[in-house]
């Protein structure tokens, strides 16, 4: 078996792997992210790691896994080391990425994360902790309080459960200790992230102490951001392949596409990275940007997901080549982009054939069934609000209608084979219990438009949403999803004809 990535490694590595480009161990650590996954890894840390090959010291990153020890025991033994493989077709570039520090594990040394977000070195926090981390109400946005993990939060605030209460924790101990105020950055998929975690952050420091909230509101800054990478999960075949690529095994690596996108509001409490000097957009307002790559890029992946996993395509790339698919994504991108507001610097156009070609992206392997997971928190910004906008508008949306009626059909648990599956979302419980027994697509629509977490109050209310939503249903059940894909599509060359 190949030796484990190290620094000591690290010099025998072959020539055409990238090396850091700065003296790990003179830089200090600015930075501490919260949610070490591979996104977090094949994206803001790269960036940081960026930065200080191009000369800006002290910007190294502290990890934090806010639940698992799995990550930590990747991670460690390679002294924070990992490789980044960026795939294109048939080319692979290979970096070593030396920007981490190491990874501490949350519920088994609070303390040290305390310290850590408290420290005088550190000026910003990075968060990739999905949408479900944040413990928000999903229909209003705000802390939800009776969050289990809140109220432990609240209960004993010195030993946090969330990652809103070990934010609490640490700028409590800033603020006592005279120390400055912190950037935290949201990189999370939410609509307002940075408005999102800042009310968060203050609605828990006020149940605290009003003098906290006081001294956060005037000394922290909430930047809100864009992020745009596609990262599919490490399969083990990638590891051995890198290992007989490198001589060296990576047990922390991570594969991504060339494509790159951060894009972040340019407010910042503290010492302010020179994150432009490496690609990265700074900007006044992120929320159109934001917009449109919800209902885009993730948009579509949500539809392919569902769709894709049930018509038996493990991977986006062939889902994507399968009949109708393609055509049905345009659709279901012409009707999202209606509801886009004009952006300037943004070509909708070009937007859409780059994420065409980065679905079709074959090296990447990324797996319909990752981007099926959470669709419960997903939903909402990516195709729902969507939806509504349309409604609004007085424009009808059959291929938005369609990719919801593939989420709803996922809620079954059962694929078109008859094998059942888990279905993992923080409300897949609720989903499913709402179409326990019901055996006609139309109310099992109904049902599931009811969930005001997911839909709102109007939504449900909507016959002419109900209809359409339920009539795709019924359609999927019928034919499968595939074939109703490829019908959906046909209909569309049909009219485009006529």
């Known amino acids: 078996m190949s030796e484990r990535l190290s620094p000591q490694l690290l010099g025998a590595a072959p020539a055409k792997v990238l090396r850091p480009a700065y003296a790990r161990a003179a830089m200090q650590a600015g930075v501490v992210h919260l949610g070490v996954g591979a996104f977090h890894r094949a994206h803001q840390a790269a960036f940081f790691d960026a930065l200080m090959g191009e000369g800006e010291p002290d910007w190294m990153i502290i990890g934090a896994s806010l639940r698992s020890q799995a990550v930590a025991d990747q991670l460690n033994p390679q002294e924070g080391l990992y490789t980044l493989a960026i795939r294109d077709q048939d080319a692979e570039r290979l970096r070593v990425i030396g920007a981490l520090r190491h990874v501490l594990v949350a519920p088994q040394a609070p303390a ?57 924790a640490a700028l409590e101990k800033r603020s006592g200790r005279g120390l400055s105020g ?19 952050v203050l609605a828990l420091a006020r149940r605290r102490s009003p003098l906290l909230a006081d001294w956060i509101e005037q000394s922290c800054a909430f930047p809100s951001t864009m992020v745009d990478r596609i990262v599919p999960a490490t399969q083990a075949e990638d590891i051995a392949a890198l290992a007989a690529l ?39 307002d992120v929320g159109g940007w934001e917009t449109a790559k919800l209902r885009l890029l993730n948009g579509a992946h949500s539809a392919i997901a569902y769709l894709g996993a049930m018509a038996g395509h493990e991977y986006v790339h062939t889902a994507l080549a399968a009949p109708g698919f393609a055509r049905f994504i345009g659709a279901l991108w012409d009707e999202a982009q209606a509801t886009l507001a004009p952006l300037e610097g943004f070509d909708a156009g070009l937007y859409r054939a780059a994420l065409m070609a980065r679905f079709a992206n074959a090296a990447l392997q990324h797996r319909t069934r990752q981007i099926a997971l959470d669709g419960s928190q997903k939903l909402p910004q990516r195709l729902v609000q969507a939806l509504r906008e349309r409604r609004r508008q007085g424009l009808t949306a059959p291929a938005l209608c369609l990719a919801i009626a593939g989420w709803m059909r996922w809620q079954a648990g059962v694929d078109e084979n008859g ?8 409300l897949a ?10 055996r006609d697509p139309h109310d099992q629509a109904r049902a599931l438009l009811f969930i005001e977490e997911i839909f709102g109050a109007d939504l449900g209310a909507d016959r002419a949403v109900a209809q359409a939503i339920g009539e795709a249903l019924r359609r999927i059940y019928a034919i499968g999803a595939g074939a109703c894909v490829a019908e959906f599509a046909q209909l569309i060359e049909e009219k485009t004809r006529a």
Not at 182 to 200: K, Y
Not at 265 to 279: K, N
Not at 429 to 438: K, N, V
Request: hydrophobic share 45%; proline share 7%.
């Open 112 to 168: 040290a994360l305390i310290a850590a977000l408290a420290a005088p070195a550190t000026q910003a926090v990075t968060l990739t902790i999905t949408e479900k981390g944040y413990c928000l109400d999903p229909s209003s946005g705000a802390l939800n309080l009776e969050h289990p993990d809140i109220v432990a939060d609240l209960s004993a605030p010195t030993r946090p459960t969330s990652a809103i209460g070990f934010l609490m």
């Open 182 to 200: 912190l950037t935290l950055i949201s990189c999370d998929n939410l609509p307002q992230n940075g408005a999102r975690l800042r009310g968060a």
């Open 246 to 284: 490198t001589g060296y095994r990576d047990e922390a690596m991570v594969k991504t596409e060339p494509f790159a996108q951060w894009v972040v509001e340019d407010w910042f409490a503290g010492r302010r990275p020179s994150l432009e000097r490496v690609g990265v957009q700074m900007t006044r």
């Open 419 to 426: 094998a059942a599956f888990a279905v993992e979302a923080p």
């Open 429 to 438: 419980a609720r989903t499913q219990q709402a179409i326990a027994g019901l």
